[in-house]
C-alpha cells in the first residue's frame, strides 16, 4: 500500500471518529446544568416567588420560578436563561425587571434544576411554548416579553416568530449555535453533526414585536459583531444597544446597562412622521 494512502485512510479514519464523539458528546459539551434535589425550597432575600411544576406530554416535568413585583404588575417577563446551573442562581437577575413592577417567570430547561426528560432541542422549543401558553392563560400578549440571555436567546427568538409578544429582548445573542461551535471546530461538518443548530437569524425574519438586541463590545464568546449582523436582519423593527466594555457574563454590572434595560420596558415609543423630517434630505456635492 503506498505511503500516501495509508495516510490518507488514517486521516479518514481520525475525521470520522471525532465526528462521532462531536455527535454524541454535544450535549456534554454545549450544557452545564446544576441538578436539584426535588425537596429543595428556594429562597431570595427580598423577592417574593412561587414555584411552578408543568408536566409535558411526554411525561416530563419542567420546573419553575415567579418572581413577583411589590407594586402593581405591569406584566410578564419570560426570562429564558444560559447555557449552565440552573434557575437557582440565575433567580437573582429577576430583581432588575421586578423593580420595575414586571412579574418574572424563570424556567429550568430539562436536565436542569429540578427539571426532568429527554432533552433536544425539538423538545425545549416545545416545552417553552407550553409555558408561553400558560402565560397567555393569565395575562394577553401584549404584556408578555421575550427576554433571551446567550443560549436562551434562540429559543426566545424561535417564540416570539411563531406567537406575537409586546418585544424581543436578546442579551449577548449567537447568529447561530452552528456558528458559535464552527470558531471551535472549524473543519468539522457541523451543519450535519448539530443537535442544536438554532438558527436565531431563519427565526428572527418572522418576529413582528419591537426587538431589543443588547450587546458588549469585548464579548469573547459571542463577538459584538454578531448582534451587528442581527440587527441588520429586522432594521426596522430592531435597536442594537452596545454595552462599552461589556463581556459574555458581565453585562449586569454596567450602569449603562441597568439604563438601558429600564428606557426598554418602561419608555412608551412615540410615532414619529417621517414626513416633516430630513430623511430625504440629501447632502449636496462640493463643486469644484
Not at 458528546?25 to 428556594?42: A, V
Request: with cysteine; glycine share 6%.
Amino acid at each position: 500500500m503506498p505511503y500516501w494512502l495509508y495516510v490518507l485512510i488514517i486521516v479518514a479514519i481520525a475525521y470520522a471518529v471525532i465526528s462521532i464523539a462531536l455527535y454524541y458528546l454535544q450535549d456534554y459539551m454545549l450544557f452545564k446544568p446544576e441538578k436539584l434535589p426535588q425537596d429543595f425550597q428556594f429562597y431570595y432575600e427580598n423577592q417574593e416567588t412561587k414555584e411552578y411544576n408543568l408536566e409535558t406530554r411526554d411525561g416530563a416535568v419542567i420546573n419553575g420560578l415567579r418572581f413577583m413585583p411589590k407594586g402593581k404588575s405591569k406584566g410578564v417577563v419570560l426570562y429564558l436563561k444560559g447555557n449552565s446551573q440552573s434557575i437557582k442562581g440565575w433567580g437573582k437577575f429577576a430583581v432588575d425587571f421586578t423593580r420595575h413592577n414586571y412579574d418574572v417567570l424563570m424556567v429550568d430547561y430539562r436536565g436542569f434544576g429540578k427539571s426532568t426528560g429527554r432533552r433536544s432541542q425539538k423538545h425545549i422549543k416545545r416545552d417553552l411554548q407550553m409555558v408561553y401558553n400558560k402565560i397567555k392563560e393569565q395575562t394577553t400578549e401584549d404584556r408578555i416579553i421575550l427576554y433571551g440571555r446567550s443560549l436562551g436567546s434562540g429559543f426566545a427568538t424561535k417564540l416570539a416568530s411563531t406567537n406575537y409578544p409586546k418585544m424581543l429582548i436578546l442579551d449577548a445573542p449567537y447568529y447561530s449555535l452552528t456558528k458559535v461551535t464552527a470558531r471551535y471546530a472549524p473543519f468539522m461538518p457541523l451543519s450535519l453533526l448539530m443537535k442544536y443548530p438554532l438558527p436565531t437569524y431563519k427565526w428572527l425574519k418572522y418576529v413582528q414585536c419591537p426587538i431589543h438586541i443588547i450587546h458588549g463590545t469585548h464579548d469573547k464568546l459571542i463577538p459584538y459583531k454578531t448582534s451587528v449582523k442581527l440587527s441588520q436582519i429586522q432594521p426596522k423593527l430592531t435597536r442594537l444597544h452596545t454595552i462599552i466594555g461589556g463581556g459574555h457574563k458581565n453585562l449586569n454590572n454596567f450602569e449603562s446597562y441597568h439604563k438601558m434595560l429600564n428606557e426598554i420596558i418602561n419608555k412608551t415609543p412615540e410615532e414619529i412622521d417621517l414626513s416633516t423630517t430630513s430623511i430625504h434630505v440629501n447632502h449636496g456635492k462640493k463643486k469644484n
